[in-house]
């Protein structure tokens, strides 16, 4: 990935004058003594209304069933399973950051780290919504798990959902672990600084007595280590089996070999761009310019272009080989992307995906807040479409032109989609007001003081 | 700083802890009881019935043939619930102003039918025939148990599907001599096996694979 | 056990890593054995220091890792192929590559779980209560400040000539922690 | 489904620019090779993109409104019942009912099998109806029935749901008030009573076509009393012309009965022969009967149609050309004067003169084996004209043989007219109305409704309290066939005693007793009544005997119609030529709907949801039209159109149907329906507005006129070209001969060892299916048998529009060619059974899978519905329950289902199961007699309906099955079996036509 390259002048990766206490008492204050922010209780206000609007979905979706949806045949797959890869997918980067850069020693991570995981858990969340919303009859949606019946029936293994409830559901337990055990340290120092009562109980049972003893720091190292050592390959391998979902298919526009490693870039591209879309806002409102510092978001940029060049080299490969196979439903599927009825889909798509973040190759643009902003927010939504095309656009043309049909969206596709992205934003508004959302102990070995002295070490 | 714990909250943490697991561990027990219990499956239940007809009195006692009322059992999917002429046919004669045969009596003259109640309820969608379990060496008393020790009739089995696919995979273990499938008092010999592989070649018994297929009992 | 009940051990707190390790070595120099560092992050030289070794904790991460592949495997070969053998779409009962992605997923699942739950447990956490909470300047080892603790077990443990030593150290303060 | 909150579609579709026909036509000229296409919409790209993102809210519609609160409540209950593990859930205790005297017959869970004859435009078909404990389930076709020879059309299939329609009549009904049947018997009493002194003068009957001799005998003998009293005949659908034909050439009626089993060159001009009418069924068996090549050495009849409106018949043509109806005499003519017939020949000719040439000379070279049909709805001339052509070929005898009419015979307009004069007049106190629907289908001009207010006491008989009845002082509701006692005379006049296999549901009445009650015996049941008929003629010793074995065979011993010998008189009308028809002027052409035919099944859902044949148009009528004359007034599907004609305008939507006659716009007859039922009320337009004695089937002058409104149609396919996929093969009788194995060029078999896995071996019965596209005339019985037999929900236009129609086997349809005169290919598509199903592999709960005799198992109480499946099926023959589409509200609709098939609930996949439940009947039955299962032991519903014999199933691994030897033949494909390696078990074979090599070359096809 993206390390710091020769820059001049490299921006530090956290403020100037900046001592263990200042950095403690600035983060830990957001959750303990600063006054909430009115623009916090709108933010919350809205996430929550989103929420509900969820709950009317779903439970309009119980009563009255799938129909109420855009899907048929042949598009027997909608909004469902276009938010549950997006969503996912925006999980990845949370993971990435905090595992793989660990391994990779990139200090700038720590400063977006925790957020990003809480990200990343609040995404699968969302994710995890769809596959049973998706169900004709999701109060069945527990036969998906093997458990002794009186059926005496088991799920099919060799089927990619099955893969994805095994994967989705490790990748979500393992990483709350994560966020939790990186928790530990500072949820003892919320303990230790809070001075109301009832806040300090809780923190105390949640960090479960904590007292940095230097032998559990050492073994907590270890562990957090091993950790990180497991979600990298997790992390992939879960995009790698939502992929599986299609390419396992045989429909044009699923079946392909290059999905995996392309659907993994993507799912970065997409985390990093969400990373920014939340990072950007927080930094400004907390006032956290000096931990998530320019140079940050220029590396993020960065991340966000090189993936964006891996997503593109996708879909360049997708349409070669249509045509190189020489396969004429291939071929079709391609052309139809081009000139079909969903062909606006598609160039939007390749505008969002592939020319926005063009833009990223200029330092400017990387340093400029507002333009990182704009394309995260392109990419977003270029990630989105690149699912409804992968999925809807595939679908709706696939081997007999007798049973082509098209789809589109209903209000209740919409609710859904936005209800969770209430969902999410509720999820992430509590988080920031009741936990520290930048890693304060990560952020102490960053400064210089911590720094041993080289006779001693 | 004061301590905020009292030292005892040590051992309640991990007391809890070690409580919740067990916790998870007996309710998934439970449930996994509760779902095969007769409670679910209705086995085991008598029924009351609007005439208390006895089949211990009328097949066990009186040893009257389950085909004599159960006309159908041989030919098609249903054994067939007799229709109260078959009751009369006796009970013109016999006990003719019992006051418990009332229902019948009127059913006959009013011609309208005795509703019983159902004791072996399959669901919709599965599709049992009683036909091919008697021609190929099921004997009533396997699914049904000793219906003629019973005064009103309940459920034997559970009758759930691991239940129907217990014999489907096993069939050698249970299948008996076509003239023994209605004898109620037939024990299985101590070589069943042995007679049981015997016999489902003889009758031709499809192998496993045939017998477990969905499509067997589900369309 | 201890000659001194009434007491947890002795507590002195420095103001930057460095002196924390001099004192680290200086203390196990003079022959303490029972002494523990608190520090606000992890910091590599004082482990050493503390003359800490390798943790058993990865050894568990791989068993769980290797018990998470078998069970995966064994799930779906005796689901698919013995219980009950299902053809699907002409594939074999125990069609292997189909079944990799799910034995992967099980590992990482136990290895995750035998590393969290092995480094609480190695760590004898959740422990709410620990007699260093006592110390009224303790709260700032999850701040700025960094703790030696020579406990009351040690064996040369001795309240006055202990707390002398540790004078000697010039740390911020020294408080006895009680137990 | 509820349905309240469902907004009514958006009609406001963005006017998608008139399709582009030049542009079409330059891609198809440039296109190489054969080109398929299916529609318009498909070859200008008009996208529906638009349409659909303009209905930005989801449409509900439903066909049963039902209670949306109490549903809510159920599912609830249903998902919370649900939401624990399994097993949680308690079945509630169930009642069990038995006989208390079971009849003889009847064992619980055993069908029976009654036969029975269907009417149909008052001629019967003989069936089979299967009854479950008393409910008529199913009819299959009678195979010692000379109409029906075991095959049935989608009308017959679907009459058995008409039977349990919870919207017939139910009651007897005296202007508002319902009464006793005894009330009405009085009533008749009275009317007799006061009309007996006039001889019923001011008394009248109006009939539909009455095959029936019983019927036919009361109303006699009802008129020996009252002499003066009137019997009048009508329907909407009827034979005047053909009638009208046989007097000009003959100068006596008689009906022509064809045998195409024995034609080898057979010219229809107009003529649905295969698709419509009393004979069709047995028609087209005889027709593909002389079509089925299995090698190189096969011989074929050939079929010339000219027609305006694609027909089924026109779509098994080997030449069609589609021209005017209007000009079909012109025709005619040409074809008669090339035969050398003493005709004048019209100024302007309507057939290329090479088309006649190559025509007449191919008829000449197969004289006595040559047939010239003449349409239903042709004018007289026509009819005459063939007569004489026929006459002149010496086909009479051969191909065609005349005989005494088989209903009885007048010229129906003519009686309607007087009918409606005397009423008029006022000179009608009593009309009797005995089935018919006058007041909806009469004649524009006779304006019946408004004549029928002048008559003192109206009586209607009916299935429906419709629009007629509406009118009427008294109601009778009329019981079903299957409800009834009667007897029918099929097109040959064989005739079949009608017994009822279930006592009338509504208490309906049948004509026989509403007509005894007129009598001094009005009590007299229709039993009686037909049998007492039948004793005086049976001239049996054993009358009981005959009777039972008329009732078990179907049909009474040779009462076929008598031969009848006849010669044209004279051609005297033919000789002066005719003036020319104005060309240029638009034509209007009336047709009956190919599904809800004259309106009588317009509340019938299966019906009205069945794709129509060629357009696949469902719940709707429209106005066809040709490209060339859609490109001329700018319009292009959906424009509303208004149709104005003779003074008279309607509004309907147009559909650009490729092979349609220019300058003629076709309208089908039976919608617009405005009291028949929740079903069929509202659905299309009524074309019988435009409708009127002059021009019953076809006019000229008619106008259209774009009036810049849509409106949406639900078709089951309107997408795309096949872009060159071989999807569909065909070939001709030449290239077979040639190389046999040309339908097998770009992959058929193969692949299997192609496969990463070892394959599963399938030792017992390996069940499949060969479909024979050279057969297939794409007539849609199978859909509907189908969906008969699998208790396949009907789920309302709106859902059809979104593409979530249920059918388990659909009929594709590609054209091939250019714009004008393509050809039409039909493909039946029921689910491949693939041995390596895409589907099996993506169920994560194991609801679909694989038996041990390559069925490919369809678990509805598995299912949870993930859709993947369907997703990952190549052929998409999937079909999910989006909502709850069965309808388990309706207690009548629930007789009517199949007990051995379960009734899909909602969110569940469902699919073609090879009808697994006959499978299962057939091994038990085999089981027990301890044999294997014959070949032919298990027909599946879509197979035993089938007219042609198109679908053959069996076990593939008994080299002796039909299937297995159809499966070696070198015209048999697997669909997508190349490019997939899925193994499908059904495979087709390749289409065979014989087209004249005279035209071949010249149309540049072949």
């Known amino acids: 990935m993206s390390g710091p390259l020769p820059v001049q002048e490299p921006a530090p990766i956290i403020g100037p004058g900046h001592t263990f206490e200042t950095i403690t008492d600035k983060i830990s204050a957001v959750v303990l003594t600063r006054k909430t922010p009115r623009g916090w209780f709108v933010g919350f206000g809205i996430g929550f209304a989103l929420l509900m609007l969820f709950l009317l979905a779903v439970t309009n979706l119980v009563f009255r069933g799938i129909g109420i949806w855009g899907v048929n045949i042949p598009v027997g797959w909608g909004f469902d399973i276009i938010n549950f890869v997006w969503w996912i997918g925006i999980g990845h980067a949370g993971t990435l950051i905090s595992a793989i850069l660990l391994l990779f020693r990139q200090e700038w991570r720590t400063s977006i780290n925790r957020f990003a995981e809480a990200m990343t858990l609040f995404a699968v969340a969302c994710a995890g919504m769809y596959p049973l919303l998706h169900l004709g009859r999701p109060w069945l949606g527990y036969w998906l798990f093997p458990y002794p019946n009186t059926m005496a029936m088991w799920p099919q293994f060799r089927s990619p959902l099955m893969w994805d409830v095994f994967a989705v559901s490790t990748y979500a337990t393992v990483s709350l672990l994560f966020w939790f055990v990186g928790l530990i340290p500072d949820l003892a120092t919320l303990r230790d600084r809070s001075t109301n009562r009832v806040r300090r109980v809780v923190y105390g049972l949640l960090s479960m007595g904590w007292r940095g003893s230097a032998t559990h720091w050492h073994r907590y190292e270890t562990a957090y280590l091993l950790l990180a050592g497991l979600s990298t390959p997790l992390v992939l391998s879960v995009h790698t089996i939502v992929s599986f979902d299609f390419s396992v298919g045989v429909i044009p526009g699923w079946h392909a070999t290059i999905f995996p490693p392309y659907f993994v870039a993507g799912a970065i591209y997409a985390g990093f761009a969400m990373v920014l879309t939340l990072a950007i806002p927080l930094r400004k409102f907390y006032g956290l310019e000096d931990f998530i510092t320019d140079r940050h978001l220029d590396y993020m940029g960065r991340v966000t272009l090189a993936t964006g060049l891996i997503v593109a080299y996708g879909y360049m490969m997708e349409a070669f080989m249509a045509w190189y196979s020489g396969n004429t439903y291939e071929a079709y599927m391609m052309y139809n992307r081009f000139v079909g009825p969903y062909a606006p889909m598609y160039w939007a798509l390749i505008v969002c995906n592939v020319l926005a973040p063009q833009a990223l190759w200029f330092s400017k643009v990387r340093g400029s807040v507002p333009g990182l902003f704009i394309v995260a927010m392109f990419v977003n939504v270029g990630m989105w479409l690149e699912r409804y095309v992968i999925i809807v656009v595939s679908l709706s043309r696939d081997f007999l032109p007798s049973s082509w049909g098209m789809y589109s969206g209903t209000i209740w596709d919409w609710s859904t989609f936005i209800g969770t992205i209430g969902l999410f934003l509720t999820l992430m508004f509590l988080f920031i007001r009741f936990l520290p959302m930048i890693s304060i102990f990560e952020m102490r070995t960053l400064l210089p003081e911590a720094e041993v002295k080289e006779e001693l070490a | 700083m004061p301590q905020i714990f009292h030292p005892s909250t040590n051992t309640v943490a991990r007391v809890t802890i070690l409580g919740a697991l067990v916790l998870l561990a007996g309710a998934g027990w439970a449930i996994t009881a509760i779902s095969r219990s007769g409670y679910v499956t209705g086995a085991k239940v008598a029924r009351r019935q609007p005439v208390p007809f006895s089949h211990k009195h009328h097949a066990g006692q009186l040893g009257i043939d389950c085909r004599y009322c159960h006309t159908a059992v041989e030919r098609v999917a249903t054994a067939g619930i007799p229709p109260t002429k078959t009751c009369i046919n006796c009970h013109s004669q016999i006990w003719v102003d019992s006051p418990t045969l009332e229902p019948v009596r009127s059913s006959f003259k009013t011609d309208r039918s005795i509703e019983w109640i159902k004791v072996h309820d399959l669901p919709d969608f599965v599709y049992f025939n009683h036909s091919i379990h008697v021609n190929k060496g099921v004997g009533c008393a396997t699914c049904h148990g000793r219906v003629d020790q019973m005064n009103l009739v309940w459920q034997e089995a559970s009758l759930q599907m691991e239940w129907c696919l217990n014999c489907h995979r096993n069939p050698e273990q249970y299948v008996r001599p076509r003239d023994q499938v209605f004898n109620m008092e037939y024990e299985p010999p101590a070589d069943q096996v042995a007679l049981g592989q015997r016999l489902v070649h003889e009758y031709r018994i499809a192998d496993k694979g045939q017998l477990s297929d969905c499509y067997t009992c589900h369309r | 056990m201890s000659a001194h009940p009434s007491s947890y051990g002795l507590l002195a707190e420095f103001h930057d890593p460095n002196e924390l390790i001099v004192a680290i070595r200086r203390a196990r120099e003079d022959g303490y054995t029972r002494l523990d560092a608190y520090t606000p992050f992890p910091i590599e030289e004082v482990s050493e220091a503390l003359g800490l070794h390798h943790s058993r904790l990865p050894l568990l991460v791989l068993l769980g890792g290797i018990t998470g592949a078998c069970a995966g495997l064994a799930l779906q070969y005796w689901t698919s192929a013995i219980d009950y053998p299902i053809n699907v779409g002409g594939r074999p009962f125990f069609s292997v590559p189909a079944f990799i992605p799910i034995i992967f997923e099980c590992t990482v699942l136990f290895a995750a779980f035998a590393a969290v739950i092995g480094m609480l447990g190695l760590n004898g956490l959740p422990m709410p209560y620990h007699p260093l909470f006592n110390a009224p300047r303790f709260a700032l080892a999850s701040r700025d400040r960094f703790f030696m603790c020579i406990e009351a077990t040690d064996p040369k443990f001795d309240r006055d000539m202990t707390r002398r030593f540790l004078e000697r150290l010039v740390p911020r303060s020294v408080t006895e922690v009680e137990p | ?1006």
């Open chain 4, 1 to 1006: 489904m509820d349905t309240r909150d469902a907004t009514p579609p958006s009609r406001g579709v963005p006017d998608a620019a008139t399709i582009d026909l030049t542009a079409i036509r330059a891609r198809l000229a440039n296109g190489t090779g054969r080109q398929y296409w299916r529609s318009l919409d498909e070859l200008a790209e008009t996208d529906d993109f638009k349409r659909f993102l303009e209905a930005e809210f989801p449409r509900e519609a439903s066909v049963f409104d039902t209670v949306g609160r109490r549903q809510f409540l159920k599912l609830m209950g249903a998902s919370l019942a649900l939401a624990g593990l399994n097993g949680c859930t308690k079945q509630p205790t169930e009642k069990v009912v038995p006989y208390v005297k079971q009849p003889e017959l009847v064992v619980p869970g055993q069908p029976l099998f009654f036969a029975t004859a269907a009417p149909l435009g008052g001629f019967g078909t003989g069936v089979l109806a299967e009854s479950h404990m008393g409910r008529p389930t199913k009819i299959e076709g009678n195979p010692d029935h000379p109409a029906s020879l075991g095959a049935t059309d989608a009308l017959l299939q679907a009459s058995v749901l008409q039977l349990y329609d919870p919207d017939r009549a139910q009651v007897v009904r005296n202007i508002r008030e319902i009464r006793p049947w005894n009330a009405f018997l009085d009533t008749a009493a009275a009317v007799m009573e006061k009309h007996r002194p006039t001889q019923g003068a001011r008394v009248r009957f109006l009939t539909e076509t009455v095959t029936s001799p019983t019927l036919r005998n009361q109303i006699e003998s009802l008129l020996k009393q009252i002499p003066k009293a009137r019997w009048h005949q009508y329907s909407p659908v009827g034979r005047d012309q053909v009638r009208a034909g046989a007097i000009l050439a003959f100068g006596e009626p008689v009906d022509a009965v064809y045998h195409l089993d024995k034609a080898d060159v057979i010219v229809s001009l107009d003529a649905d022969v295969l698709g419509a009418g009393a004979g069709s069924l047995r028609y087209a068996r005889d027709f593909a009967g002389r079509r089925r090549v299995l090698d190189e050495h096969g011989a074929m009849n050939r079929l010339y149609v000219v027609e305006s409106s694609p027909s089924v018949t026109g779509s098994a043509a080997d030449h069609r050309l589609p021209i005017r109806a209007v000009d079909a005499e012109a025709g005619a003519r040409q074809l008669a004067a090339a035969l050398g017939l003493d005709v004048g020949i019209p100024s302007e000719p309507s057939l290329p003169a090479e088309w006649v040439k190559a025509v007449a000379e191919d008829l000449q070279q197969h004289r006595g084996a040559g047939l010239v049909v003449a349409g239903d709805f042709q004018p007289p001339e026509v009819h005459a004209l063939a007569h004489a052509i026929n006459e002149a070929l010496g086909n009479v005898g051969q191909t065609v043989a005349y005989v005494e009419p088989v209903a009885a015979s007048v010229d129906q307009a003519q009686s309607l007219r007087e009918l409606v004069a005397d009423m008029e007049a006022g000179q009608v106190d009593v009309l009797v109305m005995l089935g018919g629907n006058p007041v909806y289908d009469a004649p524009a001009d006779l304006r019946f409704a408004a004549a029928l207010q002048k008559v003192g006491l109206r009586i209607r008989l009916g299935l429906y309290d419709d629009e007629t009845s509406e009118v009427c002082h008294w109601h009778i509701p009329e019981a079903h066939y299957l409800e009834s006692w009667g007897d029918l005379r099929a097109y040959d006049g064989t005739v079949t005693i009608v017994q009822p296999l279930i006592a009338p549901l509504y208490g309906g009445k049948t004509a026989h007793e509403l007509l005894a009650a007129f009598t001094d015996k009005p009590e007299r049941t229709a039993y009686e009544i037909v049998r007492e008929y039948w004793k005086g003629r049976a001239g049996a010793v054993d009358f009981d005997l005959w009777w039972r074995k008329a009732l078990h065979d179907g049909f009474v011993p040779d009462s076929a119609a008598p031969g009848k010998a006849v010669s044209v008189q004279s051609l005297a009308f033919a000789k002066k030529a005719p003036a020319a028809p104005k060309a240029g002027t638009l034509e209007v052409v009336f047709r009956p709907d190919p599904t809800v035919y004259d309106g009588r099944f317009a509340n019938v859902g299966w019906l009205q949801e069945l794709p129509k044949p060629i357009t696949t148009l469902t719940w709707d009528n429209v106005a066809m039209l040709s490209p060339a004359t859609a490109e001329r007034l700018e319009l292009s599907n959906e424009d509303v159109v208004e149709v104005r004609f003779d003074g008279r305008t309607v509004r309907a939507p147009v559909w650009i149907v490729p092979g349609h006659a220019r300058d003629s716009v076709t309208v089908h007859l039976g919608y617009g329906r405005t009291r028949v039922g929740r079903i069929g009320n509202g659905a299309g337009f009524n074309a019988y507005a435009l409708r009127t004695t002059g021009a019953p089937w076809a006019g000229l002058g008619a106008q259209l006129r774009k009036t810049g409104e849509r409106y949406w149609l639900a078709s089951t396919q309107n997408h795309f070209s096949l872009e060159g996929r071989d999807l569909v093969r065909s070939t001709t009788l030449d290239e077979l001969t040639h190389h046999p194995h040309a339908a097998h060029e770009g992959g058929g078999h193969g692949g299997q060892d192609l496969s990463f896995y070892p394959a599963h071996e399938y030792k017992g019965y390996a069940w499949g299916m060969a479909i024979d596209l050279g057969s297939c005339i794409g007539c849609n019985a199978c859909t509907i048998a189908c969906q008969a037999e699998n208790n396949i929900a009907v789920v309302g236009k709106d859902q059809v529009w979104r593409g979530r129609e249920m059918h388990w086997i659909r009929v594709d349809r590609y054209y091939e060619g250019d714009l004008d005169t393509p050809l039409i290919h039909a493909q039946p598509l029921p689910c491949m059974q693939c041995e390596n199903a895409p589907c099996e592999v993506v169920c994560p709960v194991n609801a679909t899978n694989h038996s041990t005799e390559g069925l490919n198992q369809m678990v509805y109480n598995r299912c949870v519905g993930t859709k993947y499946c369907s997703n990952n099926c190549p052929y998409k023959v999937r079909r999910f329950n989006f909502y709850r589409y069965s309808n388990w509200d309706v207690e009548a609709l629930k007789l009517v289902a199949n007990p051995d098939v379960t009734v899909r609930s909602r969110g569940v996949m469902e699919k073609c199961t090879y009808c697994v439940q006959r499978i299962n009947a057939a091994r038990i039955q085999a089981e027990k007699e301890d044999r294997e299962i014959r070949d032919g032991d298990v027909v599946t519903a879509c197979q035993q309906v089938c007219p042609t014999e198109a679908i053959v199933f069996g076990n593939v691994n008994d080299p002796e099955s039909r299937v297995a030897k159809l499966r070696a033949n070198p015209r048999t494909y697997a669909l997508l079996g190349a490019e997939l390696n899925t193994r499908p078990r059904t495979t087709y074979l390749a289409g065979v036509r014989n087209p004249n090599p005279a035209l071949a070359q010249k149309e540049g096809k072949a």
